[in-house]
């Protein structure tokens, strides 16, 4: 009968250590649970990471209210519009005894930011060069001097007539003193058509580089440097005629 008590207290003591162990473990799991996640300070994190305080000024005072403008966002949209435009400009090169320089009118047809259809129209003014007024002043006091004079012979360009086509493919913006914030693209042009000179008419081909500012949704300004090719007509025969062109002008965009 003792044997018996002893065996029984022995099982009893056993069963309430290991009921307390249990408690114990499914308490501290529950606390466990319950622990709320630590706060992180991102503030103190960027900091830590090698930010400084003008940088966290900065992120601060962002208003999402605030106007901006992103530099991916072209501020003047061209699909589908209209630019009407004027140009002044001066040919480089050519012939040695002319000088040209020309006014010009243009409209371009934008398809979109990227690609224009555009018709040109330059009228040109023609004056001596200080060598080709050499040659002059020398053939007329041949002339005077003993009736014979060596020719020196000139095919002044009148006016001409041009279809082009202009593609952008560099695109950025200016900030003009923190005052506003204008729209730039450089682009290619080539084209062709047709110039009168003094002799008649014949083919020109043009190609160049160009650079755009567009200002505002209807005021643009360009600035180009064109090649161009044609021939002219002296006494001798055709000649061909390889000169530089560089052109500024104003625009209108509907």
């Given at each position: 009968?003792?044997?018996?008590?002893?065996?029984?207290?022995?099982?009893?003591?056993?069963?309430?250590?290991?009921?307390?162990?249990?408690?114990?473990?499914?308490?501290?799991?529950?606390?466990?649970?319950?622990?709320?996640?630590?706060?992180?300070?991102?503030?103190?994190?960027?900091?830590?990471?090698?930010?400084?305080?003008?940088?966290?000024?900065?992120?601060?005072?962002?208003?999402?209210?605030?106007?901006?403008?992103?530099?991916?966002?072209?501020?003047?949209?061209?699909?589908?519009?209209?630019?009407?435009?004027?140009?002044?400009?001066?040919?480089?090169?050519?012939?040695?005894?002319?000088?040209?320089?020309?006014?010009?009118?243009?409209?371009?047809?934008?398809?979109?930011?990227?690609?224009?259809?555009?018709?040109?129209?330059?009228?040109?003014?023609?004056?001596?060069?200080?060598?080709?007024?050499?040659?002059?002043?020398?053939?007329?006091?041949?002339y005077a001097?003993?009736?014979?004079?060596?020719?020196?012979?000139?095919d002044n360009?009148?006016?001409?007539?041009?279809?082009?086509?202009?593609?952008?493919?560099?695109?950025?913006?200016?900030?003009?003193?923190?005052?506003?914030?204008?729209?730039?693209?450089?682009?290619?042009?080539?084209?062709?058509?047709?110039?009168?000179?003094?002799?008649?008419?014949?083919?020109?081909?043009?190609?160049?580089?160009?650079?755009?500012?567009?200002?505002?949704?209807?005021?643009?300004?360009?600035?180009?440097?064109?090649?161009?090719?044609?021939?002219?007509?002296?006494?001798?025969?055709?000649?061909?005629?390889?000169?530089?062109?560089?052109?500024?002008?104003?625009?209108?965009?509907?």
């Amino acid at each position: 009968m003792k044997n018996f008590k002893s065996i029984t207290l022995g099982a009893l003591l056993m069963t309430l250590s290991l009921s307390a162990a249990a408690a114990q473990k499914q308490a501290t799991a529950t606390t466990t649970q319950q622990q709320p996640s630590k706060k992180i300070d991102f503030a103190k994190d960027v900091d830590g990471l090698g930010g400084n305080d003008d940088l966290m000024e900065m992120a601060n005072g962002l208003k999402p209210e605030s106007k901006s403008r992103i530099v991916q966002d072209r501020i003047v949209d061209r699909h589908n519009r209209l630019e009407f435009g004027i140009s002044y400009g001066a040919t480089m090169g050519g012939t040695t005894y002319l000088q040209t320089q020309n006014l010009g009118a243009q409209i371009d047809y934008h398809i979109n930011p990227h690609w224009s259809l555009g018709a040109r129209y330059y009228d040109y003014s023609n004056s001596l060069t200080p060598e080709g007024q050499r040659a002059f002043d020398d053939a007329r006091a041949a002339y005077a001097a003993n009736g014979r004079a060596m020719i020196v012979d000139i095919d002044n360009p009148l006016d001409a007539k041009m279809a082009v086509i202009n593609w952008y493919p560099v695109y950025g913006k200016i900030n003009f003193f923190d005052a506003a914030i204008a729209q730039f693209d450089f682009y290619l042009l080539a084209g062709g058509g047709q110039i009168d000179l003094d002799t008649g008419s014949t083919g020109i081909y043009t190609a160049g580089l160009g650079f755009g500012l567009w200002m505002t949704q209807h005021l643009s300004a360009r600035a180009e440097i064109r090649y161009q090719h044609y021939q002219d007509e002296i006494t001798t025969g055709p000649r061909d005629i390889n000169a530089g062109v560089a052109t500024v002008g104003f625009g209108f965009i509907l």
